[in-house]
């Protein structure tokens, strides 16, 4: 059974440019989550998505956006990149009509932006 | 979103049992407490979540207070691939709210 797969692992860019992150979820499960850690820090959330749908988003701006497809895969959408968008970015996986919404996570895609 | 309190840094001998706290003395009701641990540069793990009651799986074991403002994680026989950065969250929502974490060092 796979667990939660990101590609591509790592990723360097410049300025300005744009970036697309990919996230295949757990099998059987519906709901993916995109997280942001920079280094040194905590992940911080950035959207969930359901029925291709986005159902919550974290304090980030709209340089960030993302797709659901209907075999529950998801990407992230990185416009403008900036120096501070710099780090590692994590897709979870859950399933939605559990009320406990256990989330697990993908290794990470790793972005430098130089 | 309710915070969580936790330890910057704990060490462990390897083979013992490590006892990692977390205060959230703000959740509510309904609201469950998980733990995940991250070890460097990988994806967090899940590694067991509660509402109320003690909560024990083969990776750990969960005591939730009575009031609920605080629990502890409990690795029963730590190992050196046990260090890592244990967080604990409250789930708020759809979403995990990550504090700093414990670092957690098993040494031998």
């Known amino acids: 059974d796979a667990g939660v797969t990101q590609s591509p692992t790592h990723l360097i860019k410049t300025r300005g440019q744009q970036v697309t992150l990919r996230c295949s979820p757990k099998s059987g499960h519906d709901t993916v989550s995109w997280y942001q850690q920079a280094l040194g820090q905590g992940p911080q959330f950035i959207f969930q998505y359901y029925e291709e749908e986005e159902r919550q988003r974290g304090n980030f701006p709209d340089r960030f956006s993302g797709h659901q497809f209907p075999n529950y895969s998801s990407e992230l959408n990185v416009n403008a990149l900036l120096l501070g968008d710099s780090a590692l970015y994590l897709c979870?996986?859950?399933?939605?009509?559990?009320?406990?919404?256990?989330?697990?996570f993908g290794p990470g895609t790793r972005l430098t932006v130089l | 979103d309710a915070k969580t309190t936790q330890p910057t840094s704990m060490d462990c001998a390897e083979g013992r049992a490590a006892n990692l706290p977390c205060n959230h003395s703000t959740i509510s009701g309904n609201e469950y407490v998980y733990w995940y641990r991250q070890i460097h540069s990988q994806g967090p793990q899940y590694i067991i979540h509660g509402l109320k009651n003690n909560e024990t799986n083969e990776m750990a074991s969960l005591i939730i207070t009575e009031d609920r403002k605080s629990s502890t994680l409990i690795l029963p026989h730590a190992t050196l691939r046990d260090t890592a950065v244990y967080y604990c969250i409250v789930l708020y929502g759809n979403k995990l709210v990550f504090g700093a974490g414990t670092i957690l060092r098993v040494k031998s």
């Open positions: 979870a996986s859950s399933l939605a009509r559990l009320s406990t919404d256990t989330q697990y």
